[in-house]
């Protein structure tokens, strides 16, 4: 039997229902073993979208102000997803590592790459899911461009039984820093880890 790999949208997963709507669709197909989460998006029109909030948070501590009220956003959507969802997840712990990150100086690619590494961490928890960290198994060139070496690493962690979580966006550069795809990058995780997989189908979820 064929597996399916699915790449879900950030409006897929903007919130507590909508990642329970997630949830339903994995387990209603044993196939879909291979899940591929963006960074939540906006809720509704006057949203803000968490990787926008994460840029924002880059540039404000770039530049030496203070980025509290943005991150503070961050911190009440993500701490919110796991109360509703009954998670016992460490979120909290996750986020207040993400803020000394920040104001430790990390990379733009590195801060932006948190919100599916942080939606990830959910939906495997809610799925119970083995979470696999693109870092770990997606490679840049110097180039910029996929190394071939990234369907290779993925394929040894991808394999054995059971549900996936690989988070979208991200990879790894030569030196072993974080580097996004483009905006919209998720969708080329999502193809990059099907196949690794030799998946039968690739779905692309959005609401």
Known sequence: MGSIVCKFGGTSLADANRLRK???????????RYVVPSAPGKRDPDDIKITDLLYLCHEL????????????????????LVGELG????MAGLLNRLKKDIEGGASEDFVASRGEFLCGQVLADL?????????????????????E??????KERL????LFVVPGFYG????????TFSRGGSDISGAIVARAVEAE???????
């Open 22 to 32: 997630v949830a339903q669709i994995i387990r209603s197909d044993s196939r879909r």
């Open 61 to 80: 501590a770039r530049e030496k102000f203070h980025f509290a009220e943005p991150f503070e956003r961050i911190e009440v959507r993500y701490l919110e």
């Open 87 to 90: 998670l016992g997840l460490d």
């Open 127 to 147: 799925l119970g899911a083995t979470f696999v960290d693109p870092a770990d198994g997606i490679r840049f060139r110097p180039d910029g461009q996929l190394d």
């Open 149 to 154: 070496v990234s369907y290779d690493l993925l």
């Open 159 to 162: 394999e054995g039984e059971g």
């Open 172 to 179: 790894s550069d030569p030196e072993g820093g974080i580097q």
């Open 201 to 207: 189908e690739y779905e692309n979820w959005t609401d």
